[in-house]
């Protein structure tokens, strides 16, 4: 399904090669210049919110009179493939990242053309993932509901994983560290440590939406965590990474934390903890 979703998108973008888009054994010497080649390679198992990450090789070729032609088809390429977003026909979204050009340029007798390897690396959450059925953490949830009130209301916010079919525009928060330390005779800082990942629809709206983002947790100090009980999460250190990727790694990176007297029980599930001093 990945392939072909990125074999028709491939054809549709770009006019120049009239649709021609081969696999490696299906192309020749005789083959109707310009076209491009896909190839698949493996699976690497990455985060649990990304999944799994798959190369993938498109070669553009040229008939053998310039390199400018080669230049060209290439950059069209990258432009309409790279931060793309494609949905399958089963629904599971995925994002193409262009990782650059692998090797020199090259003549490939056997076909007849000038190439050269552009390599992309697919983003994607692995099928068949079992259903989340544990309740997510409570931070991260006031976190997203101060989120949706801040960004807008065309965004849609996730906590912990991207899901299948994910959206644009959209944030991701998720649990990177957790700590908690002891602050006085039965009073403790519980400290979270807070990943998240701003995915826009073009590259200015992202880092337009990180810098918004940014500066409300700047302004912020504070966000609550539950109204009704008058419990607030205090904001510390929030930094943004305008060159991380906004699927695998996430630009902005902060710590919540507040004090309590029952750490336990603001410990997240399904986390390694780590702890500092002692109970007395």
Known sequence: MVRETIRQKLATSLPAIGGRVYEPHAAGAKTVKPYLVLRLGSEDDKSSWVNFQRHVEIWPCVARTTFGDLDQLGNDTVAAMHNTRLETLDNDAFTLMYQGVLGDDTVVDEWDVLTRCLRFTVMALRPGQVPETVQDDPWLTALASWTAQTIGQDWTIY????????????????????????????????????????????PNDEMQAALLLLGKLEESIKIPLNLEDRTYMTIQNPSCDFKADAISKGQLTFNLFRYTSRPAADVPLMMRVGSRGTIS
Do not use: D, F
């Not at 330390?181 to 826009?200: C, D, F, M, P």
């Open 159 to 202: 906590v912990n994983r991207w899901p299948r079919g994910y959206m644009r525009p959209s944030v991701l928060w998720r649990l990177s560290g957790y700590r908690s330390e002891n602050a006085g005779k039965a009073i403790y800082k519980v400290v979270r440590q807070i990943s998240g990942h701003v995915l826009g629809r073009t």
